[in-house]
């Protein structure tokens, strides 16, 4: 997979992200050729997520990558494992993503949205059709 | 010679001397290009974005947002409680909006202090070949908001649109209209007033960001700006100077105080940025036992104004309208996540969303970082917060009065509505920021127009009180929150603006 923005090692928190977000067992089920013309193109969300972060202006992006460690790097703050978000059981992942989703802090939830919303962005807008190709269903 | 030149293909410094240069090309800055024109003035329009080829527009969410907003889509207010959508591009934000053509209402006008802008609405509608939507072409979802709204005894009604024929393709309204041409598809600046404007002499530079205006001896003598910048990244790194007697500002409302802040205008009453409103707007869906394909057809045609009733209050109110249905912002919008919010994706089809649109008396203020970079602060008022709830109740109704079987409240936990006993959790949980997607499409009044100084940045026909020569034409102008679809009156305006600006030329 070839990345244009994170790292090799951001990438794999990326992906268990999406699975967890979306509710899936297996993010990189979109990877295929699906254009009309037939290019082929990598639609495997981590790809699409990590384009589209590329692109943005430079703080945006440097935001996000520290959404992304913070994310990382706080389960034992915030639920007493000594483990890192992508050594996480299911369980224990779904717990500690509902802490940043129903924090307090503001900045806590903002947090949450935006990896949040970026992981559907990257899911739901696989292949060409936003709108009538519903494969994801 | 129609002329767009591409900023990213220059390769030296350049400077142009013309009569008017007119920052940005959407609804606002592509009306005062074509009337200044037209009236035989030298025009040159700098827009920071690129000049699309609709066909080539994608059905790709991701690329399109890049490619027809600032920021990606993701320009949000400093805490990061409201996304704003704002359009970058030939066209502006006019090629990314869903087309509702609404006039200016008699009481907003009054307290504005315009005695009649009835010729230049109708000029506007012309040249955007403004008509009322068909009742064939009213879509399932809009057909089921009628239906709830009827129900409620509400007053709802379809609208007028500027669009040709079209496929009625629905996602093309957001992520660009394929279609879009002369007379076809999506009526947008770029198939109207700029072709109008590039045939009447104008030139315009895409990809070509405005830095810096030039006053000297308290006029308006010209305008720096950066070529290259902001396209796909093929940056030329050149400069464009351009020499002129008169500067039109219509980069958008965050952007045009942004500008007058970065190039240290002077801001006597200290109004630049000020008054700022966002028409914020929450998400409210119902499910439904029938399909609904909401991405299907033309996604707004219809609204519901029964609360919006501006004789009574011209300061307050809001509007139901149809939400748009591509998975993307349907799931942004939704509650949950993992395995719950799949669970609420998987009735993707049999969802009909409204939108509650307010018309907000809250207002907020764009400041500069030392970057340059809009800093947008903006909080709800307690006041509008508690009618934005209202708004959610009402939503609510509407929807089960539709036969909505349950009701979704975009709040990260998932709240599920079953009947309207269940309404109290609204009112208890309230607005908290950062616990929905609150969005604005319409953001408005950072360069207020009034009579007095003291009070606005310009005068009721845009030219700023403290640089002569500097005219305003985007929706920066409002004096207040406008509360309905702001195209039409910002491009009435505009033309107002300019017409009166080539009657009194030379300045
Ligand atoms: C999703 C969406 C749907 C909408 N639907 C409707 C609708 O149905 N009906 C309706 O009436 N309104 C609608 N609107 C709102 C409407 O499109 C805008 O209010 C209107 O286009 C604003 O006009 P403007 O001239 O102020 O700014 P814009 O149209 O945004 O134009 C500003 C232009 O200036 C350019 N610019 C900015 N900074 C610079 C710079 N420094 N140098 C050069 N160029 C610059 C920008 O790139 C942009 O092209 C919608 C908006 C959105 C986001």
Redesign the pocket.
């Given at each position: 997979m070839a990345l244009k923005f994170f790292s090799p090692k951001e990438a794999e928190i990326l992906e268990i992200l999406i699975a967890c977000m979306v509710g899936i067992d297996q993010p990189d089920v979109f990877k295929r050729s699906p254009t009309s013309e037939g290019q082929s193109i990598d639609y495997a969300p981590t790809v699409i997520i990590d384009d589209f972060v590329a692109k943005l202006p430079e703080g945006l992006r440097g935001q996000l990558r520290q959404a992304l460690h913070l994310f990382q790097w706080c389960p034992m703050i915030f639920i007493g494992k000594p483990r890192l978000f992508t050594r996480l059981s299911p369980q224990s992942a779904e717990a500690y993503i509902r802490t940043w989703a129903e924090s307090r802090f503001g900045l806590r939830r903002r947090i949450f949205r935006g990896l949040r919303d970026l992981t559907f962005l990257g899911y739901y807008s696989h292949g060409e059709g936003d709108g009538d190709d519903h494969s994801w269903l | 010679m129609v002329m767009i030149i591409r900023g990213c293909d220059i390769q030296q410094d350049l400077s142009e001397t013309v009569d008017v240069c007119v920052?940005?090309?959407?609804?606002?800055?592509a009306v005062a290009a074509k009337e200044l024109a037209e009236a035989g003035l030298s025009v040159i329009v700098?827009?920071?974005?690129d000049a699309h080829q609709p066909a080539t527009f994608s059905r790709h969410a991701p690329e399109m947002l890049h490619r027809l907003f600032?920021d990606g889509g993701m320009r949000t207010t400093r805490d990061g409680s409201i996304l704003i959508?704002?359009?970058?591009?030939?066209?502006?934000?006019?090629v990314?909006?869903?087309?509702?053509?609404?006039r200016t209402p008699e009481p907003i006008l009054d307290k504005w202090g315009i005695h009649d802008l009835s010729p230049e609405l109708d000029r506007v509608e012309a040249t955007l070949g403004v008509k009322q939507i068909d009742e064939a072409q009213v879509n399932h979802l809009n057909r089921v908001i009628r239906r709830g709204c009827e129900a409620m005894g509400w007053r709802g009604v379809v609208q007028r649109h500027n669009r040709g024929p079209c496929a009625d393709c629905s996602v093309g309204c957001?992520l660009g209209c394929r279609e879009s041409k002369p007379g076809i598809g999506k009526q947008s600046?770029d198939v109207t007033y700029i072709p109008r404007a590039l045939e009447a002499g104008a030139c315009l530079y895409s990809n070509?960001?405005?830095?810096l205006i030039r006053v000297e001896n308290g006029r308006a003598i010209g305008v720096v700006?950066q070529l290259g910048k902001d396209s796909d990244r093929s940056s030329s790194n050149h400069r464009l100077t351009v020499d002129c007697q008169a500067v039109v500002l219509?980069?958008?409302?965050i952007?045009?105080p942004?500008?007058w802040l970065k190039s240290r205008l002077p801001d006597p009453g200290k109004q630049v940025g000020k008054n700022l409103h966002l028409h914020p707007a929450v998400f409210v869906g119902g499910i439904f036992d029938d399909v609904i394909d909401a991405h299907q057809g033309i996604t707004?045609s219809y609204y519901v104004n029964h609360f919006l009733e501006l004789e009574r209050d011209p300061d307050s109110g809001y509007i139901l309208m149809p939400a748009?249905g591509s998975p993307v912002l349907v799931a942004a919008s939704m509650p949950a996540f993992g395995h719950e919010h799949r669970e609420l994706m998987e009735n993707y089809r049999h969802i009909a969303a409204l939108l509650v649109l307010l018309h907000d008396r809250s207002s907020g203020r764009v400041v500069v970082n030392r970057h340059g970079h809009p800093v947008i602060r903006y909080r709800l008022s307690r006041g509008d917060r508690a009618l934005l709830v209202e708004g959610m109740v009402n939503a609510a109704r509407l929807l089960f009065a539709a036969g909505a079987r349950e009701i979704i409240l975009p709040y990260t936990r998932r709240i599920p509505i079953k009947s309207e006993s269940d309404f109290d959790v609204i009112r208890q949980r309230g607005i908290v920021s950062n616990d929905m997607l609150i969005a604005s499409?319409?953001?408005?009044g950072t360069l207020r127009m009034g009579s007095h100084p003291r009070h606005s940045v310009v005068d009721t026909y845009g030219e700023a009180h403290a640089v002569k020569g500097l005219f305003v034409?985007?929706?920066?102008l409002f004096p207040s929150s406008i509360g309905?679809?702001?195209?039409?009156t910002?491009a009435a305006l505009?033309d107002r603006i300019a017409r009166r600006l080539a009657v009194n030329w030379p300045l």
């Open positions: - | 920052i940005g090309s959407g609804a606002g800055g700098l827009e920071a974005g600032w959508s704002q359009g970058r591009g030939v066209g502006g934000s006019t990314h909006n869903f087309c509702y053509a609404v957001f600046m070509c960001h405005a830095e700006a219509a980069a958008g409302a952007n045009s942004q500008l707004q748009f499409s319409h953001p408005q034409t985007d929706a920066s309905i679809p702001p195209t039409l910002i505009a």
